[in-house]
């Protein structure tokens, strides 16, 4: 029997472990992600297009649930509350986020301290910030009874209990869970700025103001496009915020796309429409995460 030489059997085991063993241990993961996510993208696309209720049904019958969704007033009063929660949730952190990257970029003393509080949000789940939230805004025992307790009788704040105004403690809630993480990103993208420009600026005589308004902030350009990408991804997503914070009342004055979806395709059997407006939202995704991928990869390519 003719042996391996050494040489040989090193060459083979190096071939496992720098070609098999990675596969072998990524094989499970790409198994699951194929058969749990994207076959049931397919299978909710197959359903969209069928007069699935409470059972799904396979006939396919063309455009009848998108034709009914777009024809129902709560689908657009939820897409109504996603554009007025998408807009105020992500300029409003983009901002704080940025003022607070700039405050602590100023190296102060206590700015691992200030970090942390800052970032502590990020570290609970949005149904634990949802549930506090709703307790805090509760007329009955949150700011407004601590305010008239405290002898302010005409104050009140009932947005929580008010149709017209329960999509805005959404926003107030998201802001707080999503501002730290925001200025995580900026604070990032500071320190990752040749100190020699602003140097040569402050030499030049540019104040502080001008060198972050007219060569700091400008340069944060991809950090600000990451982060709209990011918070984008989330307003569109933010189901359990809604679910724990209003439960998508007043009546449905706070829905959103995300418990739209749940509504019809889980509360009230209208599993076809549920999915019609599940594969918009994921629509919606798509048209959010692609551009970012391609500046991504065109930056790389360009680098």
């Known amino acids: 029997m003719k042996l391996q030489s050494p040489g040989n059997f090193r060459n083979t085991t190096s071939y496992i472990s720098d070609r098999l063993l990675p596969k072998l241990v990524l094989a499970p993961t790409f198994v699951s992600t194929i058969l749990f996510v994207y076959s049931f993208i397919l299978w909710t696309a197959w359903i969209s297009f069928t007069k699935s209720k409470m059972l799904p049904r396979y006939e396919l019958e063309g455009l009848v649930q998108y034709i009914k969704l777009f024809a129902n007033d709560r689908w657009w009063v939820a897409s109504k509350n996603l554009l007025i929660f998408g807009s105020l949730f992500i300029t409003i952190c983009t901002i704080l986020g940025l003022l607070l990257a700039i405050f602590l970029d100023q190296k102060i003393r206590i700015e691992g301290a200030l970090r942390t509080i800052f970032l502590y949000p990020m570290a609970l789940s949005f149904i634990v910030t949802g549930t506090v939230w709703k307790w805090i805004l509760n007329p009955s025992h949150g700011v407004e009874k601590l305010m008239q307790d405290m002898g302010f009788s005409s104050f009140h704040f009932d947005w929580l209990v008010n149709s017209d105004m329960a999509i805005y403690t959404v926003v107030i809630a998201g802001v707080w869970q999503s501002t730290g993480f925001v200025m995580a990103l900026f604070l990032a993208g500071l320190r990752g700025i040749d100190d020699s420009i ?74 076809g429409m549920g999915a019609a407006s599940s594969m918009v939202m994921f629509g919606a995704v798509l048209a959010i995460i692609i551009p970012y991928l391609y500046s991504e990869l065109r930056s790389r390519d360009n680098g």
Request: proline share 7%; no cysteine; hydrophobic share 45%.
């Open 198 to 271: 602003i140097k040569a600026a402050q030499i030049d005589g540019a104040s502080l103001p001008r060198i972050y308004t007219r060569i700091i902030i400008p340069s944060l350009r991809p950090v600000f496009f990451s982060t709209v990408m990011i918070l984008s991804h989330i307003a569109i997503k933010s189901f359990d915020l809604v679910v724990a914070l209003t439960g998508g009342g007043p009546g449905y004055s706070s829905d959103v796309p995300a418990t739209f979806m749940y509504s019809f395709a889980f509360t009230r059997g209208r599993l």
